[in-house]
């Protein structure tokens, strides 16, 4: 069953029973938290006035969620491995992983629909656990698909939640309108499409106006016109309604389109975090010559490291003045330069190599690639010699 609502709630035949208990440095079982109806209405509005504002901001600090340590282990393996997650506020955090590398199982342990073998989480900048859950409405979330009713309208279907949220009827108006739903609310959900179902699911989300939402694949399953529909507007949640929003995809592509900042994560472990020109590494520069010995030669005089590879010397990026002067270097020694070109490895093949079982170790995880530094290391020793 899916999970879509305005909180970390899952949606039951009965009254939905609030299951915003996010965990922090458990070691036993979580706790139920307080039974739905506990919070007064205005107790509830307090709350939610308490909450940063609707950037998402957390108060003194730039990330609305924080994890250290997180991890997730059924039946002796770590569904969730040592996950430590910097979400800045404001914007998309793409959450990108192969199918099973334990971005659902970290969404729930956000939400608290799980609990947390071990590790802390902070989230609006608010340390939370069983004695201190969010209050509901702090999250928006649609996980594993969006749960409904079938047999009752889309409005229906969003009053039902709003009343258990305690919301007026004029957010169900508000999120209808968001979504492009409002000319199909009076339609039993039955009847939706695929990608009607899906809006739905991120209305449910919207309710209680959230600074922070959870979507979990949105588009699995969509066509491409679908696809485009909900990528726009979790773009517009962002960028016009100051919505923070981690999305998590199994496509790079997806995520390419809509993120500000990724997390990359492969059998638990988190493998990359920071911006998507970070996995793109320095590049090198290949000469292809007619003397590829002579070339080579010329570029050990000036310390400059390279590869020989056929016709083609390859050496680290340059700055433009110091391969404009190798290049006439090497004419003016009498030989033939046949092709000067910067090669670069693909965001898709920095990806795949991350998420290969033999990918670098979490022990270098969060943090950009160790290759480039190196590489931008070996350029500015190299061009010491041409400069000179």
Do not use: W
Request: hydrophobic content about 40%; charged content about 15%.
């Amino acid at each position: 069953m899916g999970y879509s609502a305005a909180t970390s709630t899952q949606m039951a035949p009965a009254a939905p029973a609030a299951q915003s208990t996010p965990v922090t440095q458990i070691t036993a079982p979580a706790q139920p938290g307080a039974p739905a109806g506990a919070t007064s209405a205005p107790a509830r509005m307090t709350a939610r006035t308490a909450m940063p504002s609707p950037t998402g901001s957390a108060p003194g600090g730039d990330f609305v969620v924080t994890t250290d340590g997180l991890t997730r282990t059924y039946n002796g393996v770590n569904a969730v491995d040592n996950v430590s997650m910097r979400v800045p506020a404001g914007g998309i955090y793409g959450f990108l992983g192969p199918n099973g590398a334990g971005k659902s199982t970290t969404m729930k342990l956000l939400l608290g629909l799980t609990s947390p073998t071990s590790g802390r989480m902070s989230i609006l900048g608010r340390p939370v656990g069983p004695r201190t859950p969010l209050p509901p409405g702090t999250i928006g979330s649609l996980i594993e698909g969006p749960s409904y009713y079938p047999s009752l309208t889309g409005r229906e279907n969003l009053a039902m939640v709003a009343s258990y949220l305690r919301l007026p009827d004029s957010r169900v108006d508000h999120a209808l309108a968001t979504v492009d739903l409002a000319g199909q609310d009076r339609k039993l959900v039955k009847q939706y499409s695929l990608g009607m179902k899906q809006r739905l699911g991120l209305a449910m989300a919207l309710l209680a106006d959230p600074p922070l939402m959870l979507l979990d694949e949105p588009t699995n399953g969509l066509d491409p016109a679908g696809v485009a529909e909900i990528r726009e507007l979790i773009v517009a949640l962002a960028r016009q309604e100051g919505v923070t929003v981690i999305v998590s995809s199994h496509i790079l592509s997806e995520i390419e389109q809509m993120a500000d900042t990724v997390g990359i994560i492969c059998a638990g472990s988190l493998r990359y975090q920071g911006p998507l020109s970070g996995l793109q590494d320095a590049g090198v520069i290949d000469f292809t010559v007619s003397d590829p010995a002579g070339a080579a030669a010329l570029f050990s005089e000036h310390r400059i490291t390279h590869q020989v590879r056929g016709r083609t010397v390859r050496t680290p990026m340059l700055p433009d003045e110091v391969a404009g002067d190798l290049v006439a270097r090497i004419v003016r020694s009498g030989q033939t330069v046949f092709r000067v070109q910067t090669v670069r490895k693909t965001l898709e093949q920095a990806f795949l190599e991350l998420t290969e079982p033999a990918a670098a170790s979490p022990a270098h995880a969060a943090s950009p690639l160790t290759r480039t530094r190196d590489r931008v290391q070996v350029q500015a020793q190299s061009t010491a010699g041409v400069a000179r």
